[in-house]
């Protein structure tokens, strides 16, 4: 079957297309800085993240970050937690260890889940959000401390 010019611009087409595909795959892969698959974003249900705390705790590169306000964390906060008031928090992000491992929670889950992009677009390798936040912390029964 003879090709005519129709066909043959249709294959360089096609050739230049699969071309353009494989460069970009390739420079892809080769990009500097961490690949997204070494990085951990997410959000993970209350008893997750209990049992993640309590494996982690002693280690110094972890922290827990309730973003809520002073007067909110002080009404009742997971144990160890530190606060850091989503308002002033992208003052505060500068003062964060980007391979830290933090456990970050609001109340029920918005004002965190904004930080948790934040966190995302600033670099940081591995943030878990609670989901649900305190709120759902506390209805699975875990334990909260005020002061």
Known sequence: MAM???DLYYYALLAIGCSITMAVLICGCSSAGPAPEDRIIRTIPP??????????????E????????PDEFAGGHIPGAINIDSALFSEQIGGLD????????CQRGARSAGI???MREAGFREVYEVEGGI?????????????
């Open 4 to 6: 005519n010019m129709v």
């Open 47 to 60: 008893t997750e993240a209990s049992t993640l705390i309590e494996e982690n705790v002693q280690r110094p």
């Open 62 to 69: 972890f922290v827990i970050i309730d973003v809520r306000r």
């Open 98 to 105: 980007p391979d830290g491992t933090y456990v970050i929670y």
């Open 116 to 118: 948790r992009e934040l």
């Open 135 to 147: 709120s759902a912390w506390k209805a699975v029964g875990l334990p909260v401390v005020a002061e």
